[in-house]
């Protein structure tokens, strides 16, 4: 019964992940990076090019690859966490 509750919390943790980078992009197409707290900030510390890089790797990105990766491990049986 453990087993099962663990294994299914890596699911909803890896679809939560991909909901989160998903909704980033949401936020850049359609809000004009409204609601996205930290652009400005990486902007104005990194550069505007490689802080918009930054953001979109570390938000966008990288959240998008973990959750596929969660959700296909789920799938093949692979344990993550």
Known sequence: ???IVH???SLIFSIFIL???LFTI???IFKNNK???K???MKEVYGETFGTFLHVVSYTV??????IAG???????IEIF
């Open 1 to 3: 019964m453990l087993l």
């Open 7 to 9: 294994t299914m919390l």
């Open 19 to 21: 909901a989160l980078g």
């Open 26 to 28: 949401y936020l850049r």
């Open 35 to 37: 609601g996205l707290g």
């Open 39 to 41: 652009i400005e900030k």
């Open 62 to 67: 990288i959240p998008i690859a973990l959750g």
């Open 71 to 77: 959700i296909v491990c789920y799938c093949l049986g």
